[in-house]
C-alpha cells in the first residue's frame, strides 16, 4: 500500500505473485499476494532521474551502487540481504537500471520494487561459497550492458563496498575508468519528498511513543533490559495504525555511563538520583526520526539542571539558525557560543542529514553535518537530527530530534518538551 | 558482570569511572559504575595470542582489523559507533593491541573493555566532518609504532573497510607492504571457547522463548508488526534473568511472500491457510543463536506436508555428518540427495559458521559454508547454524537451528519441536 497513511490504494500493480525458476509443486493458493512498495513508481523515476542530471554532469556513463540505503531509495528494494554484496547498475544515458542480488533475494525485489523482472539479475551461492567474487558478476554485466570501456561512478566510500570488490572490478574491467561518485546518490537524498516528509513525521510519532514509553517504564529497580523490551515493542508495534519498520537499536545508558554515547542496555536496575539518556528512532518505511531525551528519577542535583539549562537554551539559540539560506556552521556557531557562555563545550558535530535508516551504518546521512567549517547552503526540505548531548567527564546530557528545514522556524518531527524528564 | 550467568564476580576490575580530558563540572555521583566485560581478561588475551601465533606464521608484522565484529571478539568493545570507521592495531611480535575509535567513543571501550587507557586512541570530528579520512589517523598510529615500512595485514574483504580507506591507508605509507588478512580473525573465531558456548546456549534459550512467544501472538486477523513487536520484546526481555542484547531483526514473512528468505513484517492481517516462515536469533552478549520455523494457521494441505517431510527427513539424513571430522560439504551433500529422494532440490548452501553478531553484516560468519565444494574439516567446538529452509516459486517452508560440532551427534541450541509448527 502506498506509504501515505491515509491511502488506501496499492503503489504497486496487482500483478500475480513472482515467480522464479525453480522447481518443486506449483502449491495452489487461495489468495494472490500483490506487490507493496512505500512509494508509487513515479517517485522512484524522479529519484533515479535526478540522479541521472547530476552523474552526467560529472561525466559518468554508468553508476554501480553499492549501498544498501542508496539501493532502497532508487528502487523501493526492501529486504535485509546487505550482508552479501548488491549493487545498482545504473546507466545514466536513458537505458532501464538493473538490480544485482544473491539469487535466493529475486523475489523480494519482485515483492518490494516497480522493478520489472528483467531488470533484477541473481548471482548464485558459487559467488559466496567458492573463491568467486560477487563484484566479477557485477563486471560481467556492466560488460553486457557495453560499459566495458566505460567511465564508471562507484562508491569508493560506501558501505558495502569493500576495497576488494573495488579490486575485482579494477581487474575485469581493465579498459574501464573509474571515479568515486562522492556520495552523490546520499546529496541526492538530502533534500525529502513530500511523500518522504509525511512518511517521517510517521516515524516521529513512533519515536514520541517509544520515548513515552520508556519514561513509563523506568522506575527504581526495574532491570535496563526490561525497558530495553518495552522499548522495541512500542518502536514496532508502533500507534494508531502506524507500524514501525525494523528499527535502529535504542541506546541506553544510566549513571556515569551518559560519559559517551553508543552504550546499551545492561541488566542493572534503576536507582534513584541518576540519570538516563535514551536515543532512539521511530522508523516507518525505514526512515527514522531521531530523539533523544534525558530522563531523572529523584530530584536532580542544581548542578545537573545547571547542565540542561546549558543544553536547552542552546537549543533555543541554535534553532532560528537551522533555517534555509545559513550555512551548516552557522547553526553549530550559534550553539556553540550559547553553550560555552554558561562553561560548557561540545567538540563533535551537533547534527547531521537523516532520513533512510539501514543496520549496516544507522541513520546519519554522511553529507552535511552542523560542524565547523561546513558550509553547505540549507534548503527546504532537508531533514536534520539536531543531536545536542553533551558528555563531560563522568556524566552526560542528552537531548536530540528531527527537524524539516524550511523558510522560517523549523518543522519539528516530535511534539514533546524539551526539558528533562523527571521521575 | 560475568557471562556466565551463574557467575556473580565482576569480570573487570573495580576501577571507578574512566575520565576523559572534556571540561564540565565534576558532578559529585554518589555511586561509581564498574567496568563491565562478557568474559574475563584472560579470554580476550588467549584470542589476541591464537591470532598472533597465524598471523606471525603468515608473516605480518601488524594487523589492521576493521570489521566490528572482530574488534569485538578481540576486546570485548560493546558500543554500536562502527558506522564511522574504527581499527584495531595488533602487533604480531609483541606489543599491546591499540583500538582507535572516534573520540567520544572512547570511554565506551574504558567501560566495555579490559585495555589500558593507553591503548584507546580517539580521533576528532574534523576525521569525519572535513576532507580527513579516519584512516589518515589509523596511518599516523601505525607510524607512531614503528610500523611504516612494516608488512601490514589488512581485511582486504571486510565490513566498515571501504576502497577510500584502502587507498588513504596506501597513500600515507607508501613504504608499507599491504596483504589480504584473508579472514585470519573469522578463521579463529571459528572454534568456540567453553564460555562463548555457554553464551550461545543463554542466546538459545532466548530465541525458543521468542519463537514460542511469536508463535502464541500469531492469530487470525492480528497484523504481522504486532507479532513482531511482541517477538522483539521476547528477544530483548528474555527469560529467567537472561536479558538479550540488541537483536538482528526478526524475519518474518506469510503466504506466498515464503518464496524469498529476507522479507521483514508489513501490517497485513494472519490468515487461515497460510504458512509464516519466521527465522530470528536471541542474542546474548552478541552472540546469536539462529533459529528457523514454519508456523501454519489452519490445516496444511497435502502437498505442503510433503515439502516439511522433505525438510525434516533432510535434517535427520544431515545432522549425523555434522560432526568432527567430517568435511562441510560432505553434510549438504546428504541433505541435497534426500531432498532430491523426495522430488525438490535447493540450490543455495544449507548452513555456516555463527558467532558474533553485529547488525552491519548479521550472524553469519564468512569461514565455514556448508555449500558443495567447501572441504573444511569439521572440529568440536565449531557452531554452525544448518539453515533448511526450501524456497519454491510461489511457497517455501524454513527450518534451521544453531548447533554445537562435536564428536558425535551435534549438541541442539534449541529444544522445540522440528515439526511445522500448526495453530
Redesign the interface.
Known amino acids: 500500500m502506498c506509504a501515505a497513511s491515509h491511502c488506501q490504494r496499492p503503489c504497486g500493480n496487482d500483478s500475480p ?4 525458476s ?12 500483490t506487490r ?1 512498495s512505500a512509494f508509487p513508481a513515479a517517485e522512484y523515476s524522479e529519484r533515479v532521474e535526478r540522479l541521472r542530471v547530476r552523474a552526467s554532469a560529472k561525466g559518468f556513463d554508468v553508476l554501480v551502487v553499492t549501498d544498501p540505503k542508496n539501493i532502497f531509495y532508487l528502487t523501493g528494494y ?6 552479501v554484496p548488491q549493487s545498482m547498475v545504473v546507466p545514466v544515458a536513458s537505458d532501464a537500471p538493473v538490480l544485482v542480488l544473491r ?6 525485489a519482485l ?2 520494487t516497480h522493478l520489472d523482472e528483467d531488470q533484477i539479475l541473481g548471482y ?3 559467488y ?3 573463491n568467486l ?1 560477487p563484484m566479477e558478476y557485477v563486471a560481467e554485466v556492466l560488460k553486457s550492458l557495453g560499459f566495458g570501456k566505460a567511465t564508471i561512478g ?1 562508491e ?12 575485482v572490478l579494477e581487474q575485469a574491467l581493465a579498459d574501464a575508468t573509474f571515479a ?1 561518485m562522492n556520495r552523490l546518490v546520499e546529496w541526492v537524498r538530502c533534500v525529502k519528498s513530500e511523500r518522504e516528509i509525511q512518511v517521517m513525521h510517521e516515524a516521529g510519532r513512533i519515536s514520541d511513543h517509544a520515548m513515552e514509553t520508556a519514561f513509563d517504564a523506568i522506575s527504581l529497580g526495574i ?1 535496563e ?2 525497558v ?3 522499548t ?7 500507534l494508531h ?1 502506524i ?4 528499527p ?2 535504542p ?1 541506553m545508558s544510566s ?3 551518559t ?9 542493572e536496575p534503576y ?1 534513584m ?2 540519570p538516563t539518556m535514551i536515543e532512539l528512532g521511530g522508523h516507518r518505511h525505514n526512515y527514522a526520526a531521531g530523539l533523544s531525551r534525558t530522563i531523572f528519577l529523584g530530584r536532580p ?1 542544581a ?2 539542571r ?2 540542561e539549562g546549558a543544553v536547552v537554551e542552546g537549543l533555543h539559540a541554535a534553532l532560528p539558525r537551522l533555517r534555509a539560506g545559513n550555512r551548516a556552521e552557522d547553526v553549530e556557531r550559534v550553539w556553540r557560543r550559547t553553550i560555552e557562555s554558561r ?3 561540545k ?3 551537533i547534527g547531521y542529514s537523516i532520513g533512510i535508516s539501514f ?4 541513520w ?1 546521512e554522511r553529507t552535511i ?1 552542523l ?4 558550509r553547505t547552503v540549507l534548503n527546504p526540505g532537508m531533514t536534520i537530527h539536531l543531536m545536542l548531548a ?6 552526560g546530557y542528552s537531548l536530540s530530534e528531527t527537524f524539516v528545514v524550511g523558510d522560517g522556524q523549523p518543522e519539528r518531527l516530535s511534539s514533546l518538551p524539551w526539558e528533562l524528564m523527571v521521575k
Chains 1, 2 share one sequence.
Request: charged share 20%.
Open positions: 505473485a513472482p515467480s522464479s525453480r522447481t518443486g509443486s506449483p502449491f495452489l493458493m487461495t489468495i494472490t499476494d507493496q526492501d529486504a535485509y540481504s546487505y550482508y539469487r535466493q533475494d529475486v523475489p523480494a515483492w518490494t548464485g551461492d558459487e559466496l561459497t567458492g567474487h562507484i569508493f566510500d560506501g558501505s558495502s563496498f569493500s576495497p576488494r570488490g573495488m579490486h568515486d532491570a533490559s526490561q530495553a523490551a518495552r522495541y515493542a512500542a518502536l514496532v508495534g508502533g495504525g507500524y514501525g519498520s525494523a535502529w537499536q541506546y549513571g556515569q555511563r560519559n559517551t554515547p553508543h552504550l546499551r542496555w545492561s541488566d536507582r538520583g541518576r542535583p548542578d545537573y545547571s547542565l562553561g560548557f563545550e567538540n563533535y558535530r543496520p549496516d551504518t544507522g546519519v553535518s560542524a565547523p567549517g561546513d553533551v558528555w563531560l567527564d563522568r556524566i
